[in-house]
């Protein structure tokens, strides 16, 4: 930790000092649009900026985590997803919305997921939407997501140690090996209204 004066308390000294005692779950939830790495060198002093926390699918990066990819048409989306649980675990629900390049609507699904966890209805969320992004053939998607902790998890960032969601990891990472190019991010969840509108539709259609 770094030594500070007596006399008097500099702001750098104190960044630098936050930087390095601060426990990574405390800088990832006041910062989780940036990457772990640079926020810490940016306190430090030793970045002047940070950069954002998004996995970008390069053909080294889908050779080392998933299956070969397949082509595509190359029509460049945007996915959203959520998932909602009333309880957690609870009634459950699922949502993603696919938009185009310029904003409009390509795929909007609502799913009912009867009891789980918020977590598995995350993925299962990200499941549907993805499935619609091969069923439409985008050659590349934008994918953003309001869990920090799948976003994490998918980037690589985080280990999957939960059983229920082992093989739900599984299946997005078939699904991704199948789309030419792909990126990921954590989003506020004010974001990402449309999907959490249509995850919570999911378990309101439960009795229709």
Known sequence: MPKMSQSCLDRAAVAAALGEQLPDAILENLFPEYRLADVRAVLCGAKKTAGPATLT???AQQQSLFVEPTSGSGLACKLFTDGASRGNPGEAGAGSVLLDGDGQELAA???YLGKCTNNVAEYKA???GLQSVL??????????????????QIQGQYKVKHPALKP????VKELLANIDSWTVAHVPREQNKRADELANK???E???
């Open 57 to 59: 699918s390069s053909p």
């Open 135 to 152: 069923e439409l053939d985008c050659g590349r998607v934008d994918i953003f997501l309001d869990s920090q902790l799948i976003v994490r």
């Open 202 to 204: 999911g378990i309101d």
């Open 168 to 171: 739900l990891f599984e299946e």
């Open 109 to 111: 699904r609502s799913l």
């Open 126 to 128: 990200l499941i549907m």
């Open 206 to 208: 439960k009795a229709a």
